[in-house]
């Protein structure tokens, strides 16, 4: 009888990305000093959530909730969100296409748009939660706008002993004006 080998030659490959990922995760939370001062924390400028000790209560929440806003102005009509992270690439969300309006059902990217109305003119906060597990790549554009693009880190709590959900606030800043034909 040959000898098996217990992991196959691709998963090796995929066992040491997550351990890469875990590590950066753990490095991030030692740094940031997770659930230590409840309320603080987070990537990207967001803050953590929880209870008195700074853990997550109640039920399973997202990982990530971002906001975004456009600096001085309702957010683009055409705005789209694209996420990224280890499991997979979401389809992306467009603000004025509600075929790309996913539930939780069907994609980790879910944003807080009516779906029994027509898509907004005004928007003054676009809120999307990201049901991702572990380093997710964001990138946002839309008309008038710089592209945005970050890599939201979870931060891993020693006290939590788990990832703690962040709040990400995001601003659009309006495109520079270089191509004007005046």
């Known amino acids: 009888m040959a000898a098996r080998l217990p992991f196959a030659p691709g998963r090796i490959v995929s066992l040491t ?15 940031v000093g ?42 683009p009509p055409d ?3 694209h996420v990224a992270w280890s499991a997979a690439e979401e389809p992306t969300f467009v603000l004025n296409d509600p075929t790309t309006w996913k539930t939780l059902d ?24 990201l049901w991702t597990a572990g380093v997710t790549q964001v990138e946002i554009s839309g008309t008038g706008y ?7 880190t979870p931060v891993m709590s020693e006290e939590c002993e788990d990832f703690v959900p962040q709040e990400v606030d995001i601003e659009l ?7 004007s034909d005046e």
Not at 36 to 43: E, F, L, Q, S, T
Not at 46 to 68: K, L, N, Y
Not at 110 to 127: F, I, M, N, Q, S
Request: charged share 20%; with cysteine.
């Open 17 to 31: 990305t997550f351990a890469a990922l875990a590590a950066a995760a753990l490095a991030t939370a030692a740094s």
């Open 34 to 75: 997770a659930c230590k001062d409840p309320g603080v924390g987070g990537a990207g400028g967001g803050s953590g959530m929880g209870g008195a000790d700074g853990c997550p209560m109640g039920p399973r929440e997202a990982m990530f909730t971002i906001t975004v806003r456009a600096k001085g102005a309702p957010v």
């Open 79 to 81: 705005a789209t969100v």
């Open 106 to 129: 069907e994609a980790n990217l879910v944003c807080a748009v009516d779906r029994a109305k027509p898509p907004p003119d005004a928007l003054e906060a676009l809120v999307c939660e």
């Open 146 to 152: 710089e592209d945005f693009e970050q890599t939201l």
């Open 173 to 179: 800043m309006p495109a520079a004006d270089g191509d």
